[in-house]
Nanobody, 125 residues
Framework: QVQLVESGGGLVQAGGSLRLSCAASGRTFSSYAMGWFRQAPGKEREFVASILWSGGSTNYTDSVKGRFTISRDNAKNTVYLQMNSLQPEDTAVYYC??????????????????WGQGTQVTVSS
C-alpha cells in the first residue's frame, strides 16, 4: 500500500512559479513510476507529466513542455513538479499518482494504482 500526500499548491500570478511536492509512504517507492495529473473545473482529469523509477526518463503533455519539470528523490520518497511561466489555463487541482505497471507510457489514469488527495493551483491573470 502506498499513500501519497501533495503539497505546494497555491495562488500565483501569471508568469509565476510553483513547486509541487508529493511525499510517498512505503519502502518500495523507487520501484514505482510516478505521475502528475490535473483536473480543472468542468473538465476531465488530464495527464501532465510522468517519471520512471530511476528518474532517467520523463514524459510531458505538450501544453507544459518547456515550462514544467518533473523530478524525484528516491531517498526522500518524494516526487516534484516544478512549474514555471504559469498561465491561467494551468489552474486546476493537481494530483500525484503512483504506478506499479512495468511498462508505460504512463500517460493514462488507469495505469496508476495510487492517488493523492490533490492540491489546488490557481493562476490569476
Amino acid at each position: 500500500q502506498v499513500q501519497l500526500v501533495e503539497s505546494g499548491g497555491g495562488l500565483v500570478q501569471a508568469g509565476g512559479s510553483l513547486r509541487l511536492s508529493c511525499a510517498a509512504s512505503g519502502r518500495t517507492f523507487s520501484s514505482y513510476a510516478m505521475g502528475w495529473f490535473r483536473q480543472a473545473p468542468g473538465k476531465e482529469r488530464e495527464f501532465v507529466a510522468s517519471i520512471l523509477w530511476s528518474g532517467g526518463s520523463t514524459n510531458y503533455t505538450d501544453s507544459v513542455k518547456g515550462r514544467f519539470t518533473i523530478s524525484r528523490d528516491n531517498a526522500k520518497n518524494t516526487v516534484y513538479l516544478q512549474m514555471n511561466s504559469l498561465q491561467p489555463e494551468d489552474t486546476a487541482v493537481y494530483y500525484c499518482a503512483a504506478s506499479t505497471w512495468h511498462s508505460g507510457p504512463y500517460s493514462r489514469s488507469y495505469e496508476y494504482d495510487y492517488w493523492g488527495q490533490g492540491t489546488q493551483v490557481t493562476v490569476s491573470s
